[in-house]
């Protein structure tokens, strides 16, 4: 390899040490589950964001799509993918990647919760759930109770928001 071809090291950048139950991280109610923010794009330089997605029965957003790529493990649990309109299972221990563009949703159509490790990249992601979610105590707090129209409220939010990150919402 040639000398140079690695920039030098950033040293304003630092090590990132992520823990789930960290109160001072961002857990957040969204799409019917409980998100916690792990590691942020102004962690990264936005070359990625981390975010730990416990997912009840029923959970899962709605069709969408988006110009980035996003990648989930699943940790525990199970979850059904549709992708372009096929759908897949991902168990515990499995990795499914969204190409950028693809229209797509996940659905934990099953009797236990799961949790998912989502990574996005480049980042943004995580500050768009920032701005539509509702803040909760921690990784395991239940979302709020929301009257019909504060959930209504809560999807025109993200949908009014969803083009500023670079996401297509693909219902109505």
Do not use: K, W
């Amino acid at each position: 390899m040639a000398s140079g071809a690695i920039p030098s090291d950033d040293p304003t950048r630092t090590l990132v040490h992520a823990r789930p139950d960290d109160p001072g991280l961002a857990h957040l109610a969204i799409a019917g589950g409980t998100y916690t923010i792990l590691v942020t794009g102004e962690q990264t330089a936005g070359r990625y964001c981390l975010i730990d997605m416990r997912v009840p029965p029923g959970g899962g957003p709605p069709p969408h799509r988006h110009d980035f790529e996003e990648m989930f493990t699943v940790l525990d649990g199970a979850v059904e993918f549709t992708f372009r309109g096929e759908q897949t299972v991902a168990r515990a221990g499995e990795t499914v990647n969204i190409p950028a563009n693809a229209p797509h949703f996940f659905r934990n159509s099953f009797d236990q919760p799961a949790r998912l490790l989502c990574m996005c990249t480049p980042a943004g992601q995580d500050e768009y759930f920032l701005r539509v979610g509702d803040r909760v105590d921690g990784p395991t707090s239940p979302p709020p109770a929301l009257t019909e129209e504060e959930q209504a409220e809560r999807r025109n939010r993200a949908a009014a928001l969803a083009a500023d990150y670079r996401t297509e919402l693909l219902i109505g």
